[in-house]
């Protein structure tokens, strides 16, 4: 079992930046796959950007892509999401996720936070 807990969202200036983290624990951690979404109002839950809890193979989708960077923390076991010049756009509640390795699905859900960006 992964339990995952979220913090650092809130209200951000355009043009400014975020830094969203995703403590994690469980037994097998460094098995899983991190992911970090996004849901606009009105629009569907995006997969932003993910990575190996390894740090390696990481992804970051075209709207974030040259602007967004992943790091962990490991004395805190935790998944920073970097994201700089920030668009009124990137305004959704993030979420991060995990999923093992194998599989094509997110398991593990944090429950959000919500990211304001006024221009």
């Known amino acids: 079992q992964v339990q995952l807990v979220e913090s650092g969202g809130g209200l951000v200036q355009a043009g400014g930046s975020l830094r969203l983290s995703c403590a994690a624990s469980?037994?097998?951690?460094?098995?899983?796959?991190i992911g970090w979404f996004r849901r606009a109002p009105g629009k569907e839950r995006k997969l932003v950007a993910s990575?190996?809890?390894?740090?390696?193979?990481?992804y970051f989708a075209t709207s974030v892509k040259g602007r967004c960077a992943i790091s962990r923390d490991v004395a805190k076991n935790t998944m920073i999401l970097q994201l700089n010049s920030l668009k009124p756009d990137d305004t959704a509640v993030y979420y991060c996720?995990?999923?093992?390795?194998?599989?094509?699905?997110?398991?593990?859900w944090g429950q959000g936070t919500q990211v304001t960006v006024s221009s």
């Open positions: 996720a995990a999923k093992a390795g194998n599989r094509d699905t997110y398991d593990f």
């Open positions: 469980g037994p097998t951690i460094s098995n899983y796959r």
């Open positions: 990575i190996n809890w390894s740090e390696t193979e990481p």
